[in-house]
């Protein structure tokens, strides 16, 4: 009885966070369908009917189309650099065959922690000067800079799991390092290139700081940012904010889920920054 | 330092061989292998630590930002801002955002995990829910809570009569850092989650044993367990308590009359609002300050990992 009990106020309290995580997603799912004046009355009604209206309106302003691509463009870039630089310094960090290893590691734990505002005020007088700035491309490889002391401290430690015989086995076969690492332990180290690029290219998509200091021009604007300027327009049209909300966080939720283990193993074997 | 390392293969099984073919293989070896880590070095070092060093030549000059023509102000800069009771504020509010997030998604987290522990079926269709927010873009949940929830006109707080607390001086910082709580509690729920189930089976079973609650095996086994979690999670949170600007940014951009700046839109006002790139740097060099405080401390409890 008294551990039946224990057990419903366990759930019960982990309920209630759920709750508190989900609330706002729920109100921006109910009412992204309804008009203002059904919101203005209650936010918390469910629609009356369902208007496909908003997330026309919201796609249209926000420049969702052009946001897509943008964001994909600029995730892909930092994703795809990431994982083959990270990859690479991965396999040598957990090797140990480079002899200045130990001040490497330690390189990249300093690197990790460096603030944004350390570096990014000369680093856009630069950029500007050079006329790269409202360029998806740049900020992808600035942005995988950012992300690659912790992409590679996470590759390194799947490397350490791969038994070393394996490796031996490859070497005895007449391979090279470079043919080592893409042929025999890449394809090994699959679950943490996934988990690499996932939470990196989370990172990549939802980042605000860089984005939005580099890339001013409206047709350089990635989903976020393209969200972003709707807000001073429509920030009394309540129902197409919700609709553009919904238009962000639906693939993401989708991608996070359908991925999730990914994203959960990552996390907890080693902190990620957010 | 070097010679100071224990020399350690790092890899279980059987100890890594000696080369035994030295001289030109060997070095072609090594040449092969900082080649491969070049490329991240690289990066890192062109993009970041570059930038950085400029920044602390820049914090000391009246640099505009545009083109390179400054000169040497000395500590100019720095007095300027020491004197700024903005400033004051804005790492008073820092010290705030470090208390806050030090205590309330700490406690979140633990309890939140500590009730996942014995609830095997249900755990992870619980941490996805807890990670939603996590996943989502800073714009995105400080615009939704701006919209539905803070909103006075048809968000919840207008619902219930009440004023937005983002345009209360006495509120602002703290209605900013309600959602970035908000989006961040989940992520400490998975960490702890994982560091505790590493705990070894055998010493809850044996403190079980012992006639220990609940209470006593979460008190006196897995909070000691995950210690070195804790407080790595602790020092990050340090770190990033004192670089906070996305949340504060969006939500308030520091208003009303500053009272939610932060060191990072204070800094950030200066290089692109009023174009004192040079003071920005200051401001910068200050946040780094106390972000490499902690990034020294982390380094060095974490150095036995480092290194193994």
Known sequence: ?274 | MLTTLAPDTGRSGKPRPVPVRRGNHFRKQTATNYLLIAPALLLSIVIVVIPGILTLLFAFTNWSGIGFNFDFVGIQNFQDIFADPVFATSLTNNIKWLVLFLVIPVIVGLLTAALLLRRKKMRTFYQVIFLMPYVLAPVVNALVWQTIIYNPNGGVFGLFGLQPPTSSQSTSLYAAAAVDMWHYWGFLTVVYLGAMRQTPVDQVEAASLDGAGGWGVFRHVYLPSIRPTLLLMGVMTVIFSFLAFDYVYLLTQGGPAHSSEVMGTYAYAFAFSSFEFGKAAAVGLIMSFFGLLASVLYTWISRRDLTR
Not at chain 1, 68 to 95: D, K
Not at chain 1, 189 to 215: D, H, K, M
Not at chain 1, 218 to 230: E, H, Q, W, Y
């Open chain 1, 1 to 274: 009885m008294r551990t039946y009990f224990r057990a419903t106020i366990s759930h019960l309290v982990l309920a209630g966070f759920a709750v508190i995580a989900l609330i706002p997603l729920v109100l921006v799912l109910i009412n992204s369908f309804k008009n203002n004046s059904e919101i203005y009355g209650n936010p918390f009604t469910l629609p009356t009917s369902l208007s496909f209206d908003n997330f026309v309106t919201a796609w249209t302003y926000g420049k969702f189309a052009q946001g897509f691509i943008n964001s994909i463009l600029l995730t892909g870039t930092t994703v795809v650099v990431v994982l083959v630089c990270a990859g690479l310094a991965g396999y040598v960090l957990a090797v140990q065959k480079v002899k200045s290893w130990p001040i490497i590691m330690i390189y990249l734990t300093m690197a990790m922690t460096v603030p944004i505002q350390l570096f990014i005020f000369p680093l856009y007088s630069v950029i500007a000067g050079a006329g790269l700035t409202d360029n998806v491309f740049v900020v992808g490889v600035i942005l995988a800079a950012i992300n690659m002391p912790f992409a590679t401290f996470l590759m390194r430690t799947f490397f350490l799991n791969v038994p070393v015989e394996i490796e031996e086995a490859a070497v005895m076969d007449g391979l090279n390092t470079i043919q080592l690492v893409t042929r025999v332990l890449f394809p090994m180290v699959r679950p943490g290139l996934i988990t690499v690029g996932v939470i990196v290219g989370l990172n990549a998509w939802n980042e605000f700081l860089i984005s939005s200091t580099f890339l001013q021009d409206s047709s350089t604007k990635t989903l976020t940012l393209g969200f972003l300027t709707m807000n001073g327009t429509f920030s009394t049209d309540i129902g197409t904010m919700m609709a553009g909300a919904l238009i962000l966080i639906v693939p993401i939720l989708a991608v996070f889920i359908a991925l999730q283990r990914y994203v959960v193993d990552g996390m907890a074997s080693g902190a990620v920054k957010g």
